[in-house]
């Protein structure tokens, strides 16, 4: 009941305060942006934020994220099946991939102009999983990296689940005197594959 | 709460300190420069200005109708919907939410709105326990100190007191000052706090119409931690912080980090429209004065505001005279045009803070026009409040010193200052007697603006 009054209340100050000119929403689709080199874009932003980048034929994956000796500890894998991980939905609880050493999926849609990739609920399974891992390694083809977020925005259905990201980096912060540390209360370090 | 009486008082504490006053202003000067550089690498930048500041336009003129919209969408996603009227409405819907789930422990990400609406005062003296995470808010919180910069909250600290703070707080070795061990002794405290908390809040930085669901950005992790783990998220909302649709995201996304702190995009940006399988989300829409502001037409458009803070690390009287000098939740130029609104008695002062340069229009990305409501303002201050008025621009002209820094960075900003401004800072050492000046600057800006127009006309 006080919750139908406050809404009531709100809305009918909104309207009454509003301005009652007419506005039109310009419109955001079909921006066409001309970048020549999207790949090598994608990659220096990346590695600028920090992130490391591994550009790999389709089949070298299992291999490349073997390689990985950042941490040492229990692997998992989300939406990409590997040898010698664990697949994350079988754990009870998002909580126990706390100090797990790394966390593999997919990423649906790369970004060139600022390094960030798209996944959501199917790709990462557990939304933590994303975030409790010393680690995490993202894989995306080469195919699916766009010049910018009109491109990125017009492929992905923001609501298609309940939870989507874009990841462009490792965790940090610059709070302390704006020293940039990495690995602030997520991943300290994030691989990218970029497969073709 | 606003004890300080003014701007200028408050100021002179700050400015007494020259080094920490350089310090602090460089440390801006640098996020300034990182964002000049960010935003000179987008080729659209100003025509992403204009698109962001007409769908904000067009969310201020159809604002009721888009709140219908986000909450019919945001149930029918499975997310609940809270109205408050005020910031104590707020504050007891989330201790309503809070009890009936036998919540105690708490986990916060960054939110001005909370700020606001001074909800961890609240839910404290109630017994919550309450862990503030993203770093800065983290290192405020253990100093009992307000944010001073709503994107950077403990920018006013120098790592040896941080250090010293940890190592009462946290047990980090005496006169540990490395920030690479201070965050990684806070990243350890806290992960034991999201493991275990019962709730996480947030603040939005998009509420979305079309799709009933919101976005989250931040570069630590630290709102994401807090969300995936608690089974319930409380997130709060100020009611101008919607947009029309999905796509217009696009345009804002572009522009957030790159104004505020230079990035290409924030490290993660999360869309969350359902809560996960057995976790409840919940969305408060919060209005604590922002209806009656929508009704000023000189100052409506300062709701416009998507919170990236550029303005405050361009002005010259932020950088110099730190963020409490503002004593609001909400400092430097965009507090200085929303506060009045809130209470023209208690924060008449702080359209005075402010040298009119118009570096704060220059950078702002949704293009609201700061120095023209600053100017708006002081004339109402003048009109209905006239000794207040004339009281702070009399302390400020009685502090030489914070004059001549003021003239000293004008002149440094007039290298880089476009058009008026840089005709106005560079025949200037100090500034000028405020209120003949001060039109005649606004004259000379607007006549050259509206020059500016015709010329694009023509
Ligand atoms: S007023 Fe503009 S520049 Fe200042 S914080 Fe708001 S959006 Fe950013």
Known sequence: MTEMTARDKILAAVSSARPQTSTILPDVSGRVSQQSDSIALFRTNLENSGAKVHVIGKNEIEDTVNDFSDFYGQRFHGDIALRDFTNVGSIAAPADLDGAALFVCTGQVGVAENGAIWLSDSNCIHRAALFLPEAVALVIEATSIVPTMHEAYEQIQIDAEGFGIFVAGPSKTADIEQSLVIGAHGPRSLHVLITS | MKNVSDHAQAASTFVSDAARTDWHDESLWQVRSKRDTAARAVDDWEELRQM?????????????????????????????????????????IVADILAKNNARKVVKSKSMLTEECGLNPFLEEKGYEIFDTDLGERIVQLLDEPPSHIVMPAIHKKKSEIGSLFHEKMGTPAGESDPQILTEAARQDLRKAF???????????????????????????????????????????????????????????????????????TIYSSHIHAPRPGARIHLILVDNGRSEHLAREKFRSGLKCIRCGACMNTCPVYRRSGGHSYHATLPGPIGAILNPGFDLKGYGDLPFASTLCGSCNDVCPVKIDIHEQLFHWRQVVKEGQAPLGVKAVAATMKRPRLFKLLGSIGKRLARIAPGPARKWLESRDLPPVPRKSLGELLAERESAQSNDRDDRKG
């Open chain 2, 52 to 92: 962001a500041s007409d769908i904000k336009d067009n969310v201020l003129a159809n604002l009721d109708t888009y709140l219908i919209q986000l909450e019919k969408a945001a149930l029918a996603n499975g997310i609940e919907v809270h109205w408050a009227a005020d910031a104590e409405e707020h504050n007891s």
């Open chain 2, 195 to 265: 493991l275990s908390a019962d709730a996480a809040i947030t603040g939005v930085n998009f509420g979305i119409a079309e799709t009933g669901g919101f976005v989250v950005c931040t570069n630590e992790g630290n709102a994401d931690l807090g969300m995936h783990l608690a089974p319930l998220h409380i997130a709060c909302m100020g009611i101008e912080k919607i947009i029309p649709r999905a796509a217009d995201l696009s345009v804002f996304m572009r522009l957030l980090a790159r104004s505020a702190t230079g990035q290409p995009v």
